[in-house]
């Protein structure tokens, strides 16, 4: 687990641009079980490639015509409980962090890996996902 104050600026990163922070299973299950919604969901770390590169491109895919109704965010290494229960809805993809994923009627849509996501550049990442939302919302 990280300290607080050690993650504040990360979680602000994107709660700053419309981001829910969610830090309960019971708060992700509300979430994802939407049938209605289409949400994108970002697993948080503190990681290099989450601050240069997945957090960044999730805040540039943002500026598009169609987006998801829903921006969420678990933190991996802190709020471990909500992650775990955000990863049960990306299976079959294994644990990673950062991970970015895209749900639409509370089925898994959109995935990004760490390993798409490590050593891309931000614009790469927020062009992916805006493919994923023209082609999802």
Request: aromatic share 6%; glycine share 6%.
């Amino acid at each position: 687990m990280y300290p607080a104050e050690v993650v504040a600026p990360m979680k602000e990163d994107l709660t700053s641009v419309g981001f829910n922070e969610l830090t309960t299973p019971d708060q992700v299950d509300e979430v994802l079980k939407d049938k209605d919604e289409t949400v994108l969901v970002v697993v948080n770390s503190v990681c290099g490639c989450a601050a240069g590169n997945a957090r960044p491109g999730v805040k540039m895919s943002l500026e598009n015509d169609k987006k998801p109704g829903k921006l969420v965010t678990v933190f991996a290494g802190v709020d471990k409980e909500a992650t775990d229960q955000a990863r049960k809805y990306m299976l079959p993809y294994p644990p990673s962090s950062p991970a970015i994923a895209v749900f639409k009627g509370g089925k898994l849509a959109h995935m990004l890996e760490r390993h798409h996501i490590e050593g891309r550049p931000a614009e790469a990442i927020a062009e992916n996902l805006k493919a994923a939302y023209d082609e999802i919302v």
